[in-house]
């Protein structure tokens, strides 16, 4: 189970610090139009990204979660699975299956935090969310607005792959 967290980590963080360093995204999304300016062939990085992220993840999850709860562990994995699967979130018909498998895989993976009784954690990764949300609506059209997304992101990600770590932890040290 470790091996497999750390590689989902690896995969996981790593793009995402690659593609931050490389463009200025607003969403974690845009990284596949981004890197398909650089090479159309290049822009399949984001959608494997996602894939084996999720991939990679789900053993770990099913492992970690107690049974009533897996179905939270696979909404989690499968709405990423499906954002990499969906990646033109510029069409109409696609760009839905991308954002509702965002918002699954973001809810559930909160939800997972407060199953792992992780509520500190829990807490303030919703106080993130709401202060990220407002400052979106205090400062319309500038650069927090702008980046809301990408920071929703990043808070979901880091607060998912912390609560799992610490979940984990727990579980090899029984």
Request: glycine share 4%; charged share 15%; net charge positive.
């Amino acid at each position: 189970m470790i091996t497999l967290f750390t590689i989902s980590s690896i995969i996981c963080l790593g793009f995402i610090l690659i593609v931050l360093k490389l463009f200025d995204l607003n969403s974690i999304s845009q990284s596949y139009y981004e890197l398909g300016k650089i090479d159309k062939k290049y822009n399949i990085l984001f959608s494997l990204w996602a894939v084996l992220s999720s991939l990679t993840l789900l053993p770990v999850l099913f492992e970690l979660v107690p049974d009533p709860y897996k179905i939270f562990a696979f909404l989690s994995g499968l709405g990423l699975f499906f954002v990499g699967g969906a990646p033109h979130f510029y069409e109409e018909n696609e760009g839905k299956i991308h954002f509702t498998s965002a918002a699954v895989c973001l809810i559930s993976s909160f939800i997972l935090q407060i199953i792992f009784n992780l509520k500190i954690l829990a807490i303030l990764t919703g106080l993130l969310y709401i202060i990220i949300i407002l400052l979106s609506l205090m400062f319309k059209h500038s650069k927090v607005d702008k980046k809301r997304i990408l920071y929703l992101e990043l808070v979901a990600f880091s607060s998912m792959y912390l609560a799992i770590l610490i979940k984990l932890i727990e579980y090899e040290s029984k």
